[in-house]
């Protein structure tokens, strides 16, 4: 039994899945919705015998298969379990459809069903965080195992799998340990079959199965421990080797080789100076996989490619500038580092605040201005535009040396040429003087943004109404603005004829 997550949440899942068994060994995934989760739940456990009756049936599904049946049953909140003692003949505890190492690669890139494996654990890379697809952080552990025959295959772990698995094995206190790995995404990198982790891969640590006598013949003694694999390069850096770290400097950064630094964790201690919005400052994604949605041609959906249509969710997307006394350089950052740096989701800025302008930059982004921090960054795609690679944050963490001695700053006459000669971009002064270098001055944002953030809308009604309030305050604010100049125009006016001798 499993209940998986929704990729990239943290706290919504979809609902409970479970394999049942019976005693032909044939195997048929059963599945329930999240809706009746608490229903169904509390009445089963794993390894238990149950007669299960008013449930119904569908066909399985065409991708993703967990157990090779062509059909699946659904479980709801009427469903009855009745615990049987043990029964004759005799049903297995697992069933695991096992694939041999050499018939991996004939399962590359294939979707149909997923893959399960069995082997003895030879190497484990310590837990540790990545960045996916630039656009959110996952845990993340690598396994190493091997057959009877010698013949080896890397696994990786993602997200919760990877944190109960490194739990579990580091419980075990005999070697050598034997483990099956279930419902495995077989891909190939770098000419090398490598096996990931999906939502509903499972392990199960010296299984009672058939293949594990065989095994326990193989590897049986203490040479066959399990031994520590060195963390990657591309983890992010933990606070007890950051302050060890060498930081470069902006100068130092802009002449780094992508090529050369690719998987190499970079720190920069530097300042925010200002934005670029030319191509917004979120967008909609999928609330699956964090890509774009596209329209769809002729129709007024917005599609994911791998997961279709879907309900768009607003996702931090940030051009920025950073800076030093050295230089300067731009960056981009996405998603979950992006919350991390503003301390709010995208979602509640665009959704429950009525942030909705791609073009307007809301003060909680605006005040990161000017703090200095240690950014952790690495090289991206290469732009087609500028011919250099992206530079994407990957984590931020928090410094309170100053850059240089504070400079006074500068008058609003001497930023005023500046504001002309930027217009398209948002360029925005450091809210403290950190740098020599002058920043123009701008404001992006309005009374109206102001009024918004203070509304927490219940229901739809209320938060159209809140939205055009704050639409009405602001036009209110600048007819107002139009009329008392013509007054004082008028007023001015008078006062002249008044003191004219004529």
């Not at 399985?60 to 049946?69: E, T």
């Not at 964090?290 to 997307?317: S, V």
């Amino acid at each position: 039994m499993w209940r998986p997550k929704l990729i990239g949440s943290t706290d919504q899942f979809g609902g409970l899945q479970c394999i049942l068994v019976d005693q032909k060994t044939d195997a048929i995934q059963a599945s329930v919705k999240e809706i009746d989760y608490d229903f169904v739940a509390p009445k089963i456990k794993a390894g238990s015998i149950y007669e299960i009756t008013h449930f119904h049936t569908g066909r399985n599904k065409p991708s993703h298969k967990i157990v090779p049946h062509v059909a699946q049953l659904f479980f709801n909140a009427r469903t009855t379990f009745k615990e049987l003692p043990t029964i004759q003949p005799h049903i297995p505890r697992h069933r695991f459809y096992l694939v041999d190492y050499t018939q991996l690669s004939t399962r590359i890139d294939k979707i149909n069903i997923l893959t399960d494996v069995f082997g003895h654990i030879t190497a484990i890379q310590p837990l540790e965080q990545k960045m996916v697809g630039n656009e959110r952080l996952e845990d993340k552990c690598e396994v190493c195992i091997e057959n009877i025959r010698k013949e080896d295959v890397r696994i990786t772990l993602w997200g919760n799998t990877a944190k109960t698995f490194v739990s579990q094995a580091l419980q075990q206190s005999t070697s050598p340990i034997f483990a099956a790995f279930t419902s495995l995404k077989v891909k190939q990198f770098q000419g090398k079959i490598v096996l990931n982790s999906s939502v509903s891969t499972l392990i199960f640590i010296n299984p009672d199965i058939q293949e594990l006598a065989a095994y326990k013949t193989i590897f049986n003694d203490s040479t066959h421990a399990v031994k520590m694999m060195p963390s990657s390069t591309a983890q992010l850096m933990t606070p007890q080797h950051l302050e060890a770290a060498k930081k470069l400097s902006v100068q130092e950064l802009n002449v780094l080789d992508p090529e050369t630094h690719k998987d190499t964790p970079i720190l920069c201690r530097a300042a925010i100076t200002r934005f670029d919005t030319r191509n917004g400052w979120w967008y909609k994604a999928c609330p699956s996989c964090f890509k774009q949605l596209r329209t769809a041609a002729h129709r007024d959906e917005l599609l994911c490619p791998k997961h279709n249509n879907q309900i768009p969710l607003p996702w931090f997307k940030v051009s920025l500038v950073l800076e030093d006394s050295t230089d300067e350089t731009n960056a981009i950052i996405i998603g979950r580092p992006a919350e991390q740096l503003f301390k709010i989701s995208c979602n509640e800025l665009v959704v429950q605040r009525g942030f909705t302008d791609q073009q307007q930059l809301p003060d909680v982004i605006l005040q990161t201005r000017g703090q200095v921090k240690i950014f952790q960054l690495r090289f991206g795609s290469m732009r087609s535009d500028f011919n250099r690679n992206d530079l994407l944050i990957q984590a931020i963490f928090d410094d309170t040396m100053p850059l240089i001695e504070p400079t006074p700053q500068s008058s609003d006459k001497s930023l005023a040429p500046h504001d002309t000669e930027n217009i398209g971009a948002q360029m925005v002064p450091p809210i403290t003087p950190l740098l020599s270098k002058q920043i123009p001055s701008a404001s992006s944002t309005s009374s109206a943004d102001a009024s918004i953030t203070e509304v927490t809308p219940i229901s739809k009604k209320r938060y159209r109404d809140a939205v055009k309030r704050a639409l009405y305050l602001s036009s209110i604010k600048k007819t107002k603005k139009v009329k008392t100049s013509i007054k004082e125009k008028k007023n001015h006016e008078e006062s002249a004829k008044q003191s004219s001798p004529n």
